[in-house]
């Protein structure tokens, strides 16, 4: 289907005129940058972390043992695990602590 031309009117003339009316649209991005950010940090932290671990302690510390070199890599695994946890709870506290502030500046 295509478009048609209005009459006395050029197709120019018509793409070089602005919109007719303006809107308030919210165009920001539905999750902040920063906090893909911390996820893609958190993701290759739990990649590498664990398996990084594994590999510097089933020789040199644990002298071949899999077994312990295996529970260290999952208590790693925990330990990324929690601390995502922690910052995606103090990001929430600070974000409910600005809006509590804002909606009693707009109270007031």
Request: charged content about 20%; cysteine-free; proline content about 6%.
């Amino acid at each position: 289907m295509s478009a048609r031309k209005p009459h006395g009117q050029s197709y120019a003339d018509v793409a070089a005129k602005p919109p007719l009316e303006k809107t308030d649209s919210d165009v920001t991005p539905a999750v902040p940058g920063d906090v893909i950010f911390k996820l893609l940090a958190f993701t290759a932290a739990m990649v590498v972390g664990p398996i990084g671990i594994y590999f510097l302690t089933v020789n040199s510390i644990f002298g071949g043992n899999p077994t312990y070199a295996g529970i260290t890599a999952a208590l790693t695994a925990n330990v990324v695990l929690f601390a995502y946890i922690y910052v995606a709870w103090k990001e929430d506290q600070g974000d409910q602590q600005e809006a509590a502030k804002a909606k009693s500046k707009k109270g007031q």
